[in-house]
């Protein structure tokens, strides 16, 4: 970071590379950023140590013995978990307890996202897992792959892969984060949403299990984090491996065992890193969803822009800086988008039709659009697309201030989001 009189310069994660944010320093108030740890200097010994010593359950090599099949659910590409450093430490554990490699099955929590390639999967579980075992994308539009476990106490109905149903042993692997509906990520989501049907995710997803604001940090009381959970609970989910891991996606703490007790833990060490105060709303916030794979495309880069909405004054601006490769993403988000008159029109419809794929997403969308106009820094997607989503579009980040700035007065306040997804944003008291 370097600084004058005139600007405040930084440089900010844009897709895999960095790009410089100029802010003119009279309006320049804080650059927010999680207190990210540093990563553990022996990774591998700190999960092995995780596993020997599990929380709430006993040992895997223990619960394993005597099975003959085991499910290992891992994140998608749009998750930065470190998930090819997870591995080998946990086969170790279910090799000790007898199962051979043809028993063990990898089922990628894919929700309602597209299939990862299968270079995808190479650069997240390795080559040699590839190799060595069966991996599969779940797919939430095939009902045929479902088994229906009945209703949660809310009346969600649990109809989730029967590949992970049918497994003996049922392991979940995930990285605990801010999340802006759940509270945090990890744990409990690997099931639901990971490896849920669309008709549940219909009725999980809607309108009415949802809060009128950002739900970042928010468990205890939160109706989407609490269905979650009973639904991995009657998913019979055996054990978990979270980690929390730092902005480089190295680890920088582990936890394991039960699916909501190690998670709990885990929850703990997340809320200190990533609960960030700031003194008051301001006009302008640039927010960066934290680079790739957060910034993949527009429906990932939504979440760095629930932080900001929290943090901006309702008429202010949101900048997100985000590379879009894969342009806006699930179709249907743009689709209900373009189908508006303006932002209420997406929220009214919502709440009348509930979940599809793609309506929650244009719901969190343009609640934020209701309170501060956005621009967002891509040159992978065009200006008439982002119109038709009452979006503004801008080459720069200076121009995307330069923009802001000739809305409000002269004297704005900015505040920078380095890793916006990332933070749980609280006014000092």
């Known amino acids: 970071m370097a600084e004058n009189k005139d600007w405040h310069i930084e440089r900010i994660p844009y897709g895999t590379q960095e790009i410089e944010v100029r802010i003119p320093g009279k309006n320049y108030l804080a650059t927010l950023m999680p207190r990210y740890r540093p990563g553990l200097q022996d990774e591998t010994g700190e999960i092995r140590k995780a596993l020997a010593n599990p929380i709430g359950t006993r040992r895997?090599?223990?619960?394993?013995?005597?099975?003959?099949?085991?499910?290992?659910?891992?994140n998608d590409i749009t998750r930065p978990t470190a998930t090819g450093k997870l591995l080998p430490p946990l086969l170790e554990e279910l090799q000790a307890a007898g199962i051979r490699d043809d028993q063990i099955l990898f089922l990628v929590?894919?929700?309602?996202?597209?299939?990862?390639?299968?270079?995808?999967?190479?650069?997240?579980?390795?080559?040699?897992?590839?190799?060595?075992?069966?991996?599969?994308?779940?797919?939430?539009?095939?009902?045929?792959?479902?088994?229906?476990?009945?209703?949660?106490?809310?009346?969600?109905?649990?109809?989730?892969?029967?590949?992970?149903w049918d497994a003996e042993v049922k392991v979940l692997t995930a990285t605990i984060a801010p999340h802006h509906g759940a509270g945090f990520s990890g744990g409990r989501k690997s099931v639901l949403p990971g490896l849920a049907s669309i008709s549940t995710l219909k009725q999980h997803h809607g309108f009415n299990m949802r809060?009128?604001?950002?739900?970042?940090?928010?468990?205890?009381?939160?109706?989407?984090?609490?269905?979650?959970?009973?639904?991995?609970?009657?998913?019979?989910?055996?054990?978990?491996l979270n980690t929390v891991q730092n902005h480089h996606k190295e680890i920088t703490h582990v936890v394991a065992g039960d699916v909501e007790k190690a998670w709990l833990e885990g929850v703990k060490v997340s809320r200190e890193i990533y609960e960030v105060?700031?003194?008051?709303?301001?006009?302008?916030?640039?927010?960066?969803?934290?680079?790739?794979?957060?910034?993949?495309?527009l429906w990932q880069s939504q979440k760095s822009m629930s932080a900001a909405e929290l943090m901006v004054k309702d008429g202010g601006t949101v900048i997100l800086p985000a590379e879009c490769r894969d342009g806006v993403g699930a179709r249907g988000f743009y689709?209900?988008?373009?189908?508006?008159?303006?932002?209420q029109d997406v929220i009214d419809r919502?709440?009348?039709?509930?979940?599809?794929?793609?309506?929650s997403k244009a719901w969190m969308y343009s609640r934020c659009l209701k309170r501060a106009e956005l621009i967002v820094v891509t040159q992978?997607?065009?200006?008439?697309?982002?119109?038709?989503?009452?979006t503004k579009r801008a080459d720069t980040v200076e121009q995307a201030i330069e923009m802001a700035l000739a809305r409000h007065r002269e004297n704005a306040q900015i505040i920078l989001m380095r890793n916006g997804t990332d933070m749980i944003p609280r006014f000092e008291a």
């Open 277 to 297: 105060t700031v003194p008051h709303p301001v006009e302008i916030v640039i927010t960066s969803p934290g680079g790739y794979p957060k910034d993949i495309n």
């Open 109 to 164: 929590a894919t929700g309602t996202h597209r299939d990862n390639t299968r270079e995808e999967l190479e650069g997240m579980l390795g080559k040699e897992i590839l190799e060595r075992f069966t991996v599969l994308n779940h797919h939430c539009q095939d009902e045929s792959i479902m088994v229906d476990l009945g209703k949660t106490q809310g009346g969600i109905p649990v109809i989730i892969n029967r590949r992970f």
């Open 350 to 359: 919502f709440i009348r039709e509930g979940y599809s794929i793609g309506s």
């Open 211 to 240: 809060s009128e604001k950002p739900a970042m940090g928010w468990v205890d009381g939160n109706k989407f984090h609490e269905s979650a959970l009973e639904a991995a609970k009657m998913a019979k989910v055996d054990f978990i």
């Open 60 to 74: 895997l090599s223990e619960i394993a013995r005597g099975k003959r099949s085991a499910v290992i659910v891992v």
């Open 380 to 390: 992978s997607i065009d200006d008439k697309t982002l119109q038709e989503m009452f």
């Open 335 to 343: 689709e209900w988008m373009a189908a508006a008159t303006c932002p």
